[in-house]
T-cell receptor, first 110, second 114 residues
Framework: AQRVTQPEKLLSVFKGAPVELKCNYS??????LFWYVQYSRQRLQLLLR??SRESIKGFTADLNKGETSFHLKKPFAQEEDSAMYYCARMIKAAGNKLTFGGGTRVLVKP | GAVVSQHPSWVICKSGTSVKIECRSLDFQATTMFWYRQFPKQSLMLMAT?????????EQGVEKDKFLINHASLTLSTLTVTSAHPEDSSFYICSADVGDFRAFFGQGTRLTVV
C-alpha cells in the first residue's frame, strides 16, 4: 500500500538539543513531500515542502529518493517547537491528494 | 496566507439526525477541496475530494451516501453526515489548495453523536 511512515510517535528533547523527525514514504515515482505542523489549539499548517528547499523556523528537510526518506531536522530545538508534526506526500497524478504519516509529537523541555 | 474556515467548530447531534459542515475559502477560489477525518491520537485520513461543479471522489471504504459532499461554488464545500451514529463522532477537517500544491486547512469540526 502507498503510505507515509513516521516511526516515532513522541520525541522529547531538551531546549538547545538537535531534533530529527523521521519520515519514510513508499512511492516509485516522484512525489511531492511536505511537513505540516499543528501547534496546540491551532489548525494544521504547512511548515515546509521539499520542492522549495528552504529552511523554515530553523527546520530543514532533505528528500532522499534512494532511501525514500524526508527527515525533518533542527539543530537547536526551542520550546516553541513543541507541537505535532506530520509528514505528507502528494502525488500529482492522483489529484493532488495528501497522504499523511501518523504524526510525531515533539516535546521540547526547558 | 490563504484562509479556510469551517463551520461549526463543534456540534452535538442525536443519533439518526443529519448534520452539515461547511468549508469556505475566504480569500481565494478553490476548485478542489478535501475532507479528512481524524480520530483521537491518530492521523488525518482522506475521506473524499470535493470538486466544484461535479461529483465528489470518495476514498475506498467511505460511504458516499452517508457522507454527502456538495461543492456548489468556488468558495464553499459542504459535508453532510446523514443518519449519524455514535461511531461517526470524530474530528472532520477540510483543506483547499491555492494552486501551487500548498494546502490550507480549516480549523476542524468536532462532531459528537449522542
Amino acid at each position: 500500500a502507498q503510505r507515509v511512515t513516521q516511526p516515532e510517535k513522541l520525541l522529547s528533547v531538551f531546549k538547545g538539543a538537535p531534533v530529527e523527525l523521521k519520515c519514510n514514504y513508499s512511492y516509485s515515482g516522484s512525489p511531492e513531500l511536505f511537513w505540516y505542523v499543528q501547534y496546540s489549539r491551532q489548525r494544521l499548517q504547512l511548515l515546509l515542502r521539499h520542492i522549495s528547499r528552504e529552511s523554515i523556523k530553523g527546520f530543514t528537510a532533505d528528500l532522499n529518493k534512494g532511501e525514500t526518506s524526508f527527515h525533518l531536522k533542527k539543530p537547536f530545538a526551542q520550546e516553541e517547537d513543541s507541537a505535532m508534526y506530520y509528514c505528507a506526500r502528494m502525488i500529482k497524478a492522483a489529484g493532488n491528494k495528501l497522504t499523511f504519516g501518523g504524526g510525531t509529537r515533539v516535546l521540547v523541555k526547558p | 496566507g490563504a484562509v479556510v474556515s469551517q463551520h461549526p467548530s463543534w456540534v452535538i447531534c442525536k443519533s439518526g439526525t443529519s448534520v452539515k459542515i461547511e468549508c469556505r475559502s475566504l480569500d481565494f477560489q478553490a476548485t478542489t477541496m478535501f475532507w479528512y477525518r481524524q480520530f483521537p491520537k491518530q492521523s488525518l485520513m482522506l475521506m473524499a475530494t470535493s470538486n466544484e461543479g461535479s461529483k465528489a471522489t470518495y476514498e475506498q471504504g467511505v460511504e458516499k451516501d452517508k457522507f454527502l459532499i456538495n461543492h456548489a461554488s468556488l468558495t464553499l464545500s459542504t459535508l453532510t453526515v446523514t443518519s449519524a451514529h455514535p461511531e461517526d463522532s470524530s474530528f472532520y477537517i477540510c483543506s483547499a489548495d491555492v494552486g501551487d500544491f500548498r494546502a490550507f486547512f480549516g480549523q476542524g469540526t468536532r462532531l459528537t453523536v449522542v
